[in-house]
T-cell receptor
Framework: GENVEQHPSTLSVQEGDSAVIKCTYS??????FPWYKQELGKRPQLIID?????GEKKDQRIAVTLNKTAKHFSLHITETQPEDSAVYFC??????????FGAGTTVTVRA | GAGVSQTPSNKVTEKGKYVELRCDPI?????LYWYRQSLGQGPEFLIY????????DSGLPNDRFFAVRPEGSVSTLKIQRTERGDSAVYLC?????????????FGPGTRLTVT
């Protein structure tokens, strides 16, 4: 099955700086890569996703890049704000219903 | 509109007992998923329903776990003879249809603690 690895496990950034989270996956058939944000005690919420026919996607301060050859994808958050503090999960799917998640990155934005 | 809801929000049970966890998906969503999230980990797939049928139950850890969705809407995850290792947050998600074109919306989860 699919194996998704995520780094770093924790990330502390100064408010206004950028944060980058990287994920690798093992199944070359995977072609859908969503990112979820989970605040403490809350449900995971989709913040952005990318499909294999696109190399980069941006939504305001959030961007995701995908390198299918290297089988890795990254989340970039620019101009971080305190409300960006949360746990972020990457996931991969082979075009079906089953999401395989990374272990998560705890992001702390220091004011 | 209303999102995915799960009940109870917390469940404490003794080892060996039987528990049922309920999921109410978003109205009109035909696909329903159960995941389990252990502390400090990402959600792990358990089972997927398309309509009333379990299309894929390959993630269920063993035969103590079972899930139903008799009318294609509400789903119940059932755990028999609970063990301490079953302690986790059980998340339910639903999507309009299966496949990558449809976002999976998660519920708030049921935190199960087996003492």
């Amino acid at each position: 099955g699919e194996n998704v690895e995520q780094h770093p496990s924790t990330l502390s950034v100064q408010e206004g700086d950028s944060a980058v989270i990287k994920c690798t996956y093992s199944d070359s058939a995977s072609n859908y890569f969503p990112w979820y944000k989970q605040e403490l005690g809350k449900r995971p919420q989709l913040i952005i996703d990318i499909r294999s026919n696109v190399g980069e996607k941006k939504d305001q301060r959030i961007a995701v890049t995908l390198n299918k050859t290297a089988k890795h994808f990254s989340l970039h958050i620019t101009e971080t704000q305190p409300e960006d503090s949360a746990v972020y999960f990457c996931a991969a799917s082979g075009g079906d219903y089953k999401l395989s998640f990374g272990a998560g990155t705890t992001v702390t934005v220091r004011a | 509109g209303a999102g995915v809801s799960q009940t109870p929000s917390n469940k404490v049970t003794e080892k060996g007992k039987y528990v049922e966890l309920r999921c109410d998906p978003i109205s009109g969503h035909t696909a329903l998923y159960w995941y389990r999230q252990s502390l400090g980990q990402g959600p792990e797939f358990l089972i997927y329903f398309q309509g009333t049928g379990a299309a894929d139950d390959s993630g269920l850890p063993n035969d103590r776990f079972f899930a139903v969705r008799p009318e294609g809407s509400v789903s119940t995850l059932k755990i028999q003879r609970t063990e301490r290792g079953d302690s986790a947050v059980y998340l339910c998600a639903s999507s309009l249809a299966p496949g990558q074109g449809y976002e999976q919306y998660f519920g708030p989860g049921t935190r199960l603690t087996v003492t």
